[in-house]
């Protein structure tokens, strides 16, 4: 189909300018474009054949717009082309442009948020993500928008960028919630994010999401206090990093930091805290609707990155004892 469109161009050309008019019109749609660096042009929704040209010769990706105007309509493509932000290479030819713009081939632009950061953290990325415009007038709910690559356009706001994170965040968690896991001690969705949150801010290890998840699930169940260092971090921090330091807080939390008055203190205050205090992703939510079922009750840092797991508190305190040791010894 292509190469009829193709052999009809071609055969219009040269009804249209004769002969010899026609091989100089093969030979311009297939040669070098005026094009002298690379070049970024947005073709608007609605802008129809004839804007296109105008916005292609403007930015010097063309200099025969009847051309490109003739060529689109002979072969049929003055519908396939699509709106978006291309960007275009010195010497383009006059036929790769239409391909280009028949292929819907936009230039990807992107941002990428992380697991786990707060929707401050979401904020300043925005804040310096080139080609985004506008201003956030708040900060987003904490735990409302879905870590992942989201793709834009140049001009795009960043209330929009929000909007996008956001329902992305909802589908997923309306899906994942529907398929939860009968037994968990987790009554809406929200909750189902807090917790989340809280498990991934609690390890970078994959493989550990989902019995952290059940370990914490089952001081639910019990009614103890979930004694989550996150929790106490964010109460201090309120989701901000803070200068002077590595990480939100800057310092190695105390134990004076554990007697914080706030409802985020979950060694105060038995079960949730009242909301997220990071944004999980698509993985903790997972691990939080589908735990592991086992008997764990405490946990701590291994030295290795991963956490060893213990059922009771001498066994706990034990464990205690040996990262302690660890950490002087790095300290040393």
Request: aromatic share 8%; proline share 5%.
């Amino acid at each position: 189909m292509k190469f009829l469109h193709a052999l009809a161009f071609l055969m219009c050309m040269a009804i249209l300018v004769g002969g010899g008019g026609g091989a100089w019109g093969i030979w311009t749609w297939q040669a070098n474009g005026p094009l002298t660096a690379d070049t970024m042009v947005t073709i608007e929704h609605g802008s129809g054949v004839g804007g296109i040209a105008r916005a292609l010769t403007e930015a010097h990706v063309i200099d025969h717009p009847w051309l490109f105007r003739v060529g689109v309509r002979v072969t049929g493509q003055q519908a396939a082309l699509k709106a978006g932000e291309y960007k275009f290479s010195p010497g383009v030819s006059l036929g790769s442009v239409v391909a280009k713009l028949a292929r819907g081939d936009v230039f990807r632009r992107v941002f990428t948020v992380a697991e786990g950061l707060t929707s401050w953290q979401v904020q300043e990325i925005l804040d310096h993500t080139e080609g985004l415009t506008g201003e956030l007038k708040e900060t987003p709910p904490e735990g409302s928008l879905l870590p992942q690559t989201y793709q834009y356009m140049a001009g795009d706001t960043k209330q929009t960028a929000v909007l996008d994170m956001q329902k992305a965040m909802n589908d997923t968690l309306d899906l994942l919630w529907s398929g939860r896991d009968a037994d968990i001690p987790i009554s809406t969705p929200q909750e189902a994010v807090t917790l989340a949150s809280i498990v991934e801010k609690e390890t970078g290890v994959a493989t550990e999401r989902a019995r952290i998840a059940g370990l914490f699930e089952n001081r639910l169940k019990a009614g103890v206090a979930l004694q989550s260092d996150p929790t106490v971090i964010y109460a201090l921090t309120k989701g901000h990093i803070q200068t002077g330091g590595m990480g939100p807080l800057g310092r190695r939390l105390l134990a004076k930091d554990l007697e914080i008055d706030s409802p985020y203190n979950t060694y105060k205050n038995p079960g949730l805290p009242p909301g997220p205090i990071a944004n999980p992703g698509k993985d903790a939510l997972v691990a939080v609707l589908h735990p592991e079922h086992n008997d764990y009750m405490y946990f701590v840092a291994d030295g290795t990155g991963g956490h060893v797991f213990a059922k009771t508190l001498e066994e706990h305190n034990e464990n205690v004892a040996k990262w302690r040791k660890i950490r002087r010894d790095a300290e040393r």
